[in-house]
């Protein structure tokens, strides 16, 4: 084991598969000589010269266009796009180009690459670099989805996600890349699709992704210690695919399922989840099912009020306290 | 109607076997896509189709120069390029007739014609998209030390998006082995492109933005196209970089099989007619002495071909309802959940 930083995570992660595999190869704007603006990937030009790690012009569109031509000629790029509210700038290649040549031409080609992007609020950054859009990929059919919450997860799923050999959006957030934690030493490689139990409790069972699952956890502690509430809490890691058999299994447990969304309200990932469990566990259910999200609303920038609507440990807690239902 | 001045002139003679080779592919774009009308007017042809009658000597005279391991990139506007580089004409009418043979079984259509095999990388119907994904494969070809060069096409009117500058910059600062060719058929869509665009060709006078030479040529004489490609290709196997070239063309047709182009300008049509790229390279077959039984044998067995593709496309089942339940992933099935 060692301990790494979730940015020093990244790095690690796009290094062990270009390690592995020579034909991996990363671009991006400033992700080389200045080792990427979250300095996420700070030391992979120097380790793997400027013919495997680029630096792009400003041009999300040929950014993503050229990773999805090398990967269907042979290649496994990484592309970067630094602030995923850009995604929207190059959204054609994501939702119509990356995710469907495969289905359209027939299975004739191939697109093994990544995109990366940083994702979340938290940083006061306002509403054109916090927006969390996991939601948009996670409507796109053909096109993988994951959020990594912890350094290992990071390295491990990050190494999934470029050795799997469909596209997957890797969604990593701004506000944990200076948290720290173990990463098994050596290589490490998680399987995409899989959620992970956090913990166990009785009464409520918590859904969380990526800077949502640190909050829940420590909602969870709160509830437990001075509420008399016991939850199991779930870090889904991954949206498409979608481990649903942990997801019911776990609701089924306890008959209550939150789910804690810091995206916006409409078409968050936690209503397929609800329609899900709805469809497939409603008789084993207590209560209804009780989505924690941020309001429909672009996100302000200021600390307070940025803090006011992106679900926080206390909201949690409140939320949780208000809608559980012990009838 | 605007005449560049080509600036490429046809200097050098185009090999007599290479003559021959670009008649044959005129004369098969020119029958496959009559036909594909004609299955339209049947009622054969599922969804839309753009027809690229006129405009068959980009095609053939690019196709022509090309070696087999070149990547091609295509639009909704393909048809022509898929034949000259050699698909399945029953593949391609199948694809239009949503036929199991068709190149894709169905599930692509007109607009997204690819076959893997020849390195015709698909065709994409998002204006400009193609320019950037030609780009990745331009890299992967350099990267991987290959001499595979990359061809993507467009129109006029893509020359206005965005996606078509990121292209040409990158592609110039990476000196990738990438030909963006333009075939100017001076519309886009049902608007003149010269009264949306700020200068008078749209891909070649933006070239110097990106350090590239100026290229406009007649894009109806498939040896001028042939011998424009011939160097640009060179170019890019050398790792000299991309080439931007404007081929001057008309679109004898409306732009899909809904319009009737009333807004052209009277005349304007019998005008290029008189300049069609078949006829006029026929003639000048003739003119060099090429034995005119030769040419009508490859008309005669142009026309059969397509006949026996055509009767077996419409053999062919409709695409089985399972392929819709296929291929969303690399492991050929669609599933989003355990
Ligand atoms: C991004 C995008 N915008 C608009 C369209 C609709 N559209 C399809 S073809 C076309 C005209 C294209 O003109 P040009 O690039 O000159 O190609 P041509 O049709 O002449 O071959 C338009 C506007 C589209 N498919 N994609
Ligand atoms: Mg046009």
Redesign the pocket.
Known sequence: MAELSYREAVAAGIAQEMERDPNVVFLGEDVGEAGGVFKATVGLLERFGPKRVRDTPISEEAILGTAMGAAMTGLRPVAEIMFSDFLAVCW?YVANQIAKTRYMTHGQFSFPLVIRTANGGGSRFGAQHSQSVENWAMAVPGIKVVAPSTPADVKGLLAAAIRDPDPVLFFEHKSLYATRGEVPAGEHVESLGTARILRRGEHITIAALAAMVPRSLAAAEILAREHGISATVIDVRSLVPLDTRTLLEETRATGRLFTVEENPRLCGWGAELASIVMEECFYDLDQPVIRITTPHIPLPSTDVLEDAVIPSVERIVQEVRKGVDFR | MTHGSPSAATDELTPQAVRLRIYRMLVETRVCEKRISDLFLQNLVKGTS?L?LG?EAVAAGVAAAMEKDDYSFL???GHHHVIARGASMKGVLGEMMGRECGLMAGKGGSMHLSDAKLNIMASY?????QLAIACGAGWSAQYRGTRQATVAF??????N?GAFHESLNLAAVWKLPVLFIC???????Y?A?HRVTAVEH?AADRAAGYGLERIVIDGNDADAVYQTARRALAKARAGDGPSLIECLTY?QSG??RADPAAYRPKGELEEWLERDPLTTYRRRMLELGFDEAQLEQIEIETQQTVDRATEEAKASPPSPVSLAFQDVWADGGIAWRN
């Open positions: 054609d | 753009h690229a405009q639009t909704f506007r119907a998002i204006l400009g998209s467009f129109g006029d009117g893509t020359a998006l075939e100017n058929n001076l519309y886009g869509e608007t492109t749209p679109r732009h899909s």
